[in-house]
């Protein structure tokens, strides 16, 4: 199944170049239906003509963005780090409400 989704440019260009192999996201009722061997088309805000596809390898589900860093990280800085900037994103409401998912990427060249 193929999956559409909007990244700013810095994560947008951490994938094409390789640096980043795990995106984070809410578990909302659209990446509920993300499954590993799906492929998800990402599209580069704001004008979204840029484009990159990835396969899906491996999901990793949490019911918070600290518990999943501290599954997947082991410097407790970098886990402090990336938790206070998913809250630029996301509210502990919604991700009370949902859980988190990190879904583990490669590029399709």
């Given at each position: 199944m193929l999956h559409k989704m909007k990244l700013r440019e810095k994560p947008f260009?951490?994938?094409?170049?390789?640096?980043?192999?795990?995106?984070?996201?809410?578990?909302?009722?659209k990446r509920q239906l993300i499954n590993i061997g799906d492929q998800i088309e990402f599209s580069k805000l704001p004008e979204l003509d840029e484009k990159i596809l990835v396969d899906v390898l491996d999901l990793y589900r949490e019911e918070s963005f600290e518990k999943l860093f501290r599954k997947l990280i082991d410097d407790e800085e970098e886990i402090i780090r990336k938790t206070n900037a998913m809250k630029e994103y996301y509210s502990d409401e919604e991700e009370k409400k949902y859980g988190v998912l990190g879904?583990?990427?490669?590029?399709?060249?």
């Open positions: 260009e951490d994938i094409k170049n390789g640096s980043k192999t795990v995106e984070f996201r809410l578990y909302d009722e879904i583990k990427i490669s590029l399709i060249k």
